[in-house]
């Protein structure tokens, strides 16, 4: 028995991945307004500005958090057992958003979530990958379907807990997100034996003896992250910029490493330096686009005509527009990169192509400014040329990393790849503390033009850097 003609494990990930966004996304769709409303609306009245850095910090903080996912997969325990126990953190946060109350509450369940969507983006993509072997033409077929799952669950997610959460109150939409994981991972327990035992090999075992420095350096610096958040030193309005630093720190020391290895050939060594210029478009990319989850949610609050035949839709259900437009849109894109073949634009091209129309989505929030209230089908046009954005920038992305990666290195490269997006959603939440009603059009116009002009400086440079890639496109 076949699943759509793929192999029939890839129901099984198909299934855990959809309740993974369904939960992420639906979660992450009401928890801004969460922190923001005041408590006779059912939230916790944090200023507007912390609120933003948090949800930028937790953001960053997922895609930080897949590069301890992908050490432990390939050090300790294999991409199974990380898969599942991470799934079980992801619903473990869940529940604790639902049933702690304040910001003990939001600090567990957004570090585990954190943790486990991490483990979960890590481990993921390799076991559909392990399902095929080398020369297997459904491959490819198998990603899409894969990708798939995710959609529908970004998609639903944000409708059904933003739907309850306005019915019956955010830890209603919360539960709902815990549910959703709860079923994901039921399914995936039951069906998880079918996998291949390759999903259950270690790919680089860590030496025994090496195991209690590494466990006891893990539990020190929780205790001491524990004890700075207690204490105060670390405050709610720092921690964007916090997880900024620490993604430029650890880019930079990955580069640093890769580059002085002696490991790498004059090749290898160019092909990493030509990646270097795309890190940062790719970090700047995600700074706007991620602020669909900060400015874009204080905009559907505050400025949107929600109002649906008498009756206002949540401010959640913005969140699902981008999804639709993903699922209609990627097979139009894979399709015209088909029929181009080798005439397709390089990789520097669509890269600096992706950035520039992100900054051209800022600039038409402009028309819009000083409107006191803003059509849906407006901002519904301006996510489509977001998704447009995403779909030249994002699925390129890991592709390009792992052709650019040196031999010794592949894992370091697909991590870097992760922090430009770490680095870009916490810059995310930084920038939306300066947004404001009545500075719209600097706001956007600035961050619009800079995007616009990297994205120019990019397309300039493209014909070196393809020089530099050796022949990679």
Same mark, same amino acid.
Request: net charge negative; aromatic share 14%; glycine share 12%.
């Given at each position: 028995m076949t699943f759509f003609g793929q192999p029939r494990p890839l129901a099984n990930l198909f299934g855990v991945e959809l309740w993974e966004r369904f939960s992420f996304y639906g979660m992450q769709g009401i928890l801004l307004i969460y922190l923001y409303y005041e408590a006779s609306r059912g939230g916790l009245g944090i200023d507007e500005g912390t609120a933003t850095s948090i949800v930028g910090a937790y953001g960053g903080s997922v895609y930080l958090a897949t590069v301890i996912g992908a050490w432990l997969s390939d050090r300790l325990? !294999?991409?199974? $057992?990380?898969? #599942?126990?991470s799934a079980v953190l992801v619903m473990a946060g869940h529940i604790a958003l639902a049933v702690l109350p304040g910001i003990p509450g939001v600090a567990a369940g957004l570090v585990l979530v954190a943790l486990g969507s991490g483990g979960v983006k890590a481990t993921a993509t390799t076991l559909v990958g392990l399902l095929y072997e080398p020369g297997d033409e459904r491959r490819d077929a198998g990603f899409s379907i894969f990708y798939l799952g995710i959609n529908l669950g970004a998609f639903a997610g944000p409708l059904l807990t933003g739907?309850?959460?306005?019915?019956?109150? #955010?830890?209603?939409? #919360? !539960?709902?997100?815990a549910v959703g994981m709860a079923i994901g991972l039921i399914q995936y327990a039951v069906g998880r034996k079918g996998l291949p035992p390759e999903a259950h090999e270690i790919a680089n075992p860590l030496p025994a003896s090496r195991r209690p420095l590494v466990f006891g350096v893990a539990a020190l610096v929780v205790v001491v992250v524990a004890l700075l958040a207690l204490t105060g030193v670390v405050r709610a309005d720092w921690l964007s910029n916090i997880v900024v630093a620490l993604s430029i720190l650890a880019a930079i020391a990955y580069f640093v490493v890769i580059l002085s290895s002696h490991r790498i050939s004059d090749v290898e060594r160019r092909r990493v330096l030509a990646f270097i210029p795309m890190f940062i478009a790719s970090a700047a990319f995600w700074s706007l686009y991620q602020q669909q989850f900060t400015v874009v949610t204080i905009y559907s609050d505050k400025r949107l005509d929600r109002n649906l035949f008498g009756w206002e839709m949540p401010v959640s259900w913005v969140q699902s527009i981008n999804p639709v437009f993903i699922i209609i849109l990627s097979g139009v894109f894979a399709a015209i990169w088909t029929r181009l073949g080798d005439r397709q634009p390089s990789t520097p091209v669509k890269f600096a192509a992706g950035t520039a129309i992100m900054g051209l989505a800022f600039l038409l929030f402009l028309p819009f400014a000083g409107t006191a209230s803003v059509p849906l089908l407006g901002l519904t046009g301006i996510l489509l040329v977001f998704t447009i954005a995403e779909l030249l =920038?994002? +699925?390129?992305?890991?592709? =390009?990393?792992?052709?650019? /990666? +040196?031999? /010794?290195? $592949?894992?370091?490269?697909?991590?870097? #790849?992760?922090? @430009?997006?770490?680095?870009?959603? /916490?810059? @995310?939440?930084? =920038?939306?503390?300066?947004?404001?009603?009545?500075?719209?059009? +600097?706001?956007?116009?600035?961050?619009? /033009?800079?995007?616009?002009?990297l994205g120019g400086a990019l397309l300039a440079l493209a014909p070196r850097l393809r020089r530099l890639m050796g022949g990679v496109r």
């Open positions: 325990y !294999g991409p199974e $057992r990380v898969l #599942f126990g739907l309850l959460q306005s019915e019956a109150g #955010f830890h209603w939409g #919360f !539960g709902l997100a =920038l994002s +699925p390129v992305g890991l592709s =390009l990393t792992t052709k650019l /990666a +040196p031999e /010794a290195f $592949r894992t370091q490269m697909v991590a870097l #790849f992760f922090l @430009s997006v770490a680095l870009g959603t /916490a810059l @995310s939440g930084t =920038l939306a503390g300066y947004y404001s009603e009545d500075h719209e059009v +600097p706001y956007f116009g600035i961050l619009g /033009a800079i995007a616009i002009v």
